[in-house]
């Protein structure tokens, strides 16, 4: 069956350091990957978009990584700040189209 | 630019009786989804519109759920009757095409069943 894995333990990280977080998927073939934030009591906020052709994408302190073959993508966060601290989701879209969510990961970036 | 409205934010009801969530998308907007996020899982999605017109309704429980976008503007989601399992968040997302365009969410309509 289809799954997005997303690691379940939050990610505590010292401000100032890069956060990684990974989504591996099993079953999927996307045409595209989306992260988004969460926030407590709020729906999520789109992030960053990779398509199945493209390896990295960045926007200003956040870069994202997309591996086909290894089935993952990482998402990274330099020069992390408390401000950061949210749930970061994943979602996947195979040729329909339909994105389906992984469970999100923590991060929790202490001052 | 106007976001994604919700309404209600909260509504605690009976099991077995009935509730309606309703959203407005942002204008232009061509596609709608409704999303259930129960605590601690990522958004699971119900149901997907493209204008008024069905795309995905693969997961939506029909037996209880229903869902309609008249004129492919605002959307209505119904539960009835409600289970004890229903709670969750009830989000609604839109986008302009459903081809790999990022999706705007609103804040969602959080149910709770007793």
């Known amino acids: 069956s289809q799954k997005i894995e997303q690691n379940s333990e939050a990610l505590n990280i010292q401000e100032g350091k890069t956060a990684t977080l990974t989504c591996n998927y099993t079953n999927y073939s996307p045409a595209y990957l989306q992260w988004y934030r969460q926030d407590p009591g709020r729906g999520p906020v789109f992030l960053l978009l990779?398509?199945?052709?493209?390896k990295e994408k960045r926007k200003e302190r956040l870069k994202v990584t997309f591996d086909t073959t290894l089935k993952q993508s990482l998402f990274h966060i330099t020069a992390s700040q408390p401000a950061d601290s949210a749930t970061y989701l994943c979602?996947?879209?195979?040729?329909?189209?339909?994105?389906?969510f992984g469970r999100g990961t923590s991060l929790i970036v202490h001052p | 630019e106007a976001g994604v409205a919700q309404s209600p934010r909260y509504k605690i009801i009976e099991k077995r009786q009935s509730v309606a969530f309703w959203c407005n998308p942002i204008s232009g907007h061509a596609t709608l989804y409704w999303y259930q996020q129960i605590l601690g899982q990522g958004p699971k999605l119900l149901i997907q519109?493209?204008?008024?017109?069905?795309?995905?309704d693969s997961q939506l429980p029909k037996d209880r759920f229903s869902a309609e976008r008249l004129k492919g503007v605002d959307s209505t989601l119904k539960i009835q009757p409600a289970k004890l399992e229903d709670s969750a968040v009830y989000l609604c997302?839109?986008?302009?095409?459903?081809?790999?365009?990022?999706?705007?969410f609103g804040q969602g309509t959080r149910l709770t069943v007793v």
């Open positions: 979602a996947l879209a195979p040729g329909s189209y339909i994105p389906t």
């Open positions: 997302a839109s986008s302009l095409s459903h081809q790999g365009t990022e999706a705007f």
């Open positions: 519109f493209q204008n008024n017109g069905v795309v995905d």
């Open positions: 990779i398509r199945e052709n493209e």
